[in-house]
């Protein structure tokens, strides 16, 4: 109880104190400004700084665009040197990025297109894209 009431005293005490001051108190010092009206000058000043923004904004969304993520070498205890032509469900799920339906996927793609030619290759199995096959590199046998 007290304290709903402490918190209403609190709000009107602010609500009345900013509704006393002058409008004249928060304008700046410069006399066109006070009264509401902007110069030629000024208002030329402020299109060119919103363009300025603006300009600087766009540079800045072009950058990011621009960069690429780095994937991260991954380091662990990973098999090394897979043979993905010969490798089962069990030793694939071992290697970084691969889960048990890439896995599977894998499989499919295997036995209805027959063995990998290359490494890249595996972009065409679903599950599987540029990222992953980054990571999985360091750890297939070259074909």
């Given at each position: ?16 104190s900013?509704?006393?001051?002058p ?9 066109h ?5 902007k110069?030629?000058?000024?208002a ?5 700084e919103?363009?300025?923004r603006?300009?600087a ?8 665009k ?15 040197n897979v043979?993905?032509?010969?490798a089962?469900?069990?030793?694939l799920?071992?290697?970084?990025g691969?889960?048990?339906?890439t ?7 295997r036995?209805?297109n ?30």
């Amino acid at each position: 109880m007290k304290l709903t009431s402490v918190c209403v005293a609190i709000m009107l005490a602010c609500v009345f104190s900013f509704s006393v001051v002058p409008d004249q108190v928060f304008a700046k010092s410069t006399s066109h400004e006070v009264t509401g009206k902007k110069t030629d000058k000024m208002a030329a000043k402020a299109k060119t700084e919103s363009k300025t923004r603006k300009k600087a904004k766009k540079t800045k969304t072009a950058k990011k665009k621009t960069t690429k993520k780095k994937t991260k070498i991954i380091t662990g205890d990973f098999p090394k040197n897979v043979d993905i032509n010969r490798a089962d469900k069990e030793l694939l799920m071992q290697l970084p990025g691969i889960g048990p339906k890439t896995a599977e996927a894998i499989l499919k793609y295997r036995k209805t297109n027959g063995k990998f030619k290359n490494a890249k290759d595996l972009i065409e199995v679903k599950g599987i894209g540029e990222k992953t096959l980054a990571k999985l590199k360091p750890f297939l046998k070259k074909i």
